[in-house]
């Protein structure tokens, strides 16, 4: 991976299931060298989450396999002293260390922030937590769906006077990871200018405060917390999905010149002289009679009629998708994202790879996932037994 720009950063991953792995990954897929370290028993609880993959001689869990590519698997016993010795010589080659244990385990195993720091002064090291390492949460336990209803996201996520909903995609989890891989190549580029490292705390309720700006900006600016919409937004409309004759779609009309063309789409012009609808603020203060009106014209048409209609026009609409259907669909075709690898167990597994596209960069998988402890004795002598030939000359 001479040509990963990462390439030659040295990562440390104490990460299970989501959030670490997921830091991991995405600076694995730039080309960094990311060891993750697993217990010897079972290793990252992830392993064992369905699907599956039965092969000849083994399993291996696709879920897994999506988080896990480009990725080197080593053993620790955290209960055993000389292993977490050996932890500690690997931290001091590393330039990243990301870890998503609950605040303090790490600390009272010898190899927190400080204890490494002492060792490594230009480690960058990651926390990722439910609730970040200080405050009166700091100690309460975390999964995604508890930091999105704390969080405020479940109060206007799905339909008005709904039971509470989560996010179908484990939000918390996987923002908290993207807003520590950016924190963490932050630090990095800092470490380039004063030579030093620095201690990040990531936790999963700031980072799905950081992404609610709308609603936090909302609240700060009328005082009263907003609301469940369904598909709808609270600034536009008609912006939200409708039932066509065949299933349902959506469509966004958030200016006004795209209210105007979808008033002369469904036949009825004088809708933009209305009073109720005249400005967009209007449309919004009065979507569900707008909504209404709309509706009874959508059902007369199919969803893929209603869509050639609506992108023949410019008005920004969409099919309500399953996976299966985008994931077959022919503009990710076109964008190169499903790939093929292998799995340990010689399957073969499809994956999402990396999806920004960057010049003079193509990512591929360089590592199939691995198994675990797969590199116990490649990664310390890499590591570690060739620094101390290099230190003999």
């Not at 998503?100 to 922030?113: A, E, F, M, Q, T």
């Not at 369904?230 to 959506?250: E, T």
């Not at 009073?275 to 048409?301: G, H, P, S, V």
């Amino acid at each position: 991976m001479s040509k990963g720009l990462l390439s030659g950063i040295k990562v440390i991953e104490l990460g299970q299931v989501a959030a670490g792995p997921f830091t991991g990954l995405l600076l694995a897929d730039l080309g960094a060298d990311v060891v993750k370290v697993e217990r010897p028993v079972g290793g990252d609880g992830m392993r064992q989450w369905p699907p599956i993959l039965e092969g000849e001689d083994s399993s291996y869990s696709g879920n897994f396999a999506s988080l896990n590519r480009n990725k080197r698997s080593i053993t620790i016993d955290l209960k055993d002293s000389d292993q977490i010795q050996q932890l500690k010589d690997l931290c001091s080659e590393a330039d990243v260390l990301i870890e998503n244990y609950r605040p303090g385990v790490l600390k009272r195993l010898g190899i927190g922030y400080e204890e490494i720091k002492e060792l490594n002064p230009k480690i960058v090291y990651c926390s990722i937590s439910g609730y970040g390492q200080t405050g009166p949460y700091s100690q309460k336990g975390a999964f995604d769906v508890t930091v999105q209803a704390i969080s405020g996201l479940m109060s206007v996520t799905g339909e008005e006077g709904g039971e509470p909903v989560k996010c179908g995609v484990p939000v918390g989890d996987f923002v908290s990871g993207l807003y520590a891989a950016y924190s963490i190549l932050a630090v990095l580029i800092k470490r380039e200018k004063d030579g030093m490292g620095s201690y990040i705390d990531s936790s999963m309720i700031g980072s799905l405060l950081g992404i609610s700006a709308l609603q936090t900006s909302e609240y700060f600016g009328t005082g009263s917390p907003p609301k469940k919409l369904g598909s709808a937004h609270p600034r536009n409309a008609p912006y939200q999905g409708f039932q066509a004759k065949d299933g349902k779609f959506v469509i966004a009309a958030g200016n006004n010149k795209l209210w105007k063309s979808v008033c002369e789409v469904v036949d009825i012009p004088d809708l933009v002289y209305d009073e109720r609808f005249k400005t967009q603020i209007l449309r919004a203060k009065n979507q569900e009679k707008l909504a209404n009106i709309l509706q009874d014209i959508f059902i007369e048409r199919t969803v893929y009629e209603w869509l050639e209609i609506f992108d023949e026009i410019g008005v920004p609409c969409a099919p309500i998708n399953n996976f299966h259907d985008i994931l077959n669909d022919k503009h990710v075709e076109s964008m190169r994202l499903i790939g093929e690898l292998t799995l340990p167990n010689g399957l073969k597994e499809k994956y999402v790879g990396y999806p920004i596209t960057i010049s003079d960069f193509k990512f591929n998988v360089y590592r199939n996932p691995p198994e675990l402890g797969e590199h116990n004795e490649e990664v310390l002598h890499e590591w570690l037994e060739e620094k101390e030939v290099e230190s003999k000359f």
